[in-house]
């Protein structure tokens, strides 16, 4: 995969793959240039199944604030980069949320419009302290994009998701915690390392397990549950006879830690 991007920053560490919002100056806000390299990044991992996590993340003090109204409100206000389609816009949280890797929104500073979308699109969202959230749709006079309507009241409930989005307003990582939008919240100076500490111990579960987890909530969205169930017993059924069950069993039996080899 291509590390060098105008807008992005990519790391991989192991199992684990990290994009970066690469736009600081802008509040890593978005133009039609990091909308098709996200399109392309996203979806080379998406296929890549040496990937068992994914970040997205910020550059600098923000996650993303969403379209960079300079970009998109004048006279020619379409993206024009090289490649760009609808497409782009459209399937990137798709790709997010129904990957095999477990997908992590890192949240500092500001999360709102598309990048709101973004993130809600992930399977975790954790916040440093610093990060303030708003759908902000309707202040700009648009419905909206990136999926919201059908992750956040997923993630907290129809009303509630309907409140953020009618009634657009700015909201703390407190009031994120509270409502559960986010699962932690982090001071500053402790967020990356709890960013790490997250990371570190999904790429430690067993590997065969973790995306087969991930694959069961999302037929789980799509089937009824006596179907589901059928689903769920068939994979369970196929991974208690894997070499890393038998690991993990024996590990947790011998109170050490189990080595994977995802087998």
Known sequence: ???EHETLKVSRDGPVMTVALNRPANRNAIGGAM?????AVISEIAVDTTVRVLVLRGEGADFCPGA???HYGGADSAPRAPGWSPLHEFQIPVMLHEMPAVTIAAISGACAGAGFGWACACDLRI???TAKFNS?????GVAGDMGGPWTLPRILGAAKARELYFMPGKFDAAE???IGLVSRVSAIDAFEA????LTARLARAAPLALTAMKANFL???KVGFADFIALESEKHTRLFQSQDTTEAFRAFVEKRAPVFHGR
């Open 194 to 197: 709890d960013l790490d500490a």
């Open 127 to 129: 916040a440093s302290e």
């Open 1 to 3: 995969m291509r590390t």
């Open 68 to 70: 960079d109204v300079k």
């Open 176 to 178: 994120a915690l509270r």
């Open 219 to 221: 037929a789980a969205e």
């Open 35 to 39: 909308m098709a390299e996200l399109y």
């Open 136 to 140: 902000a749709f309707l202040d700009v």
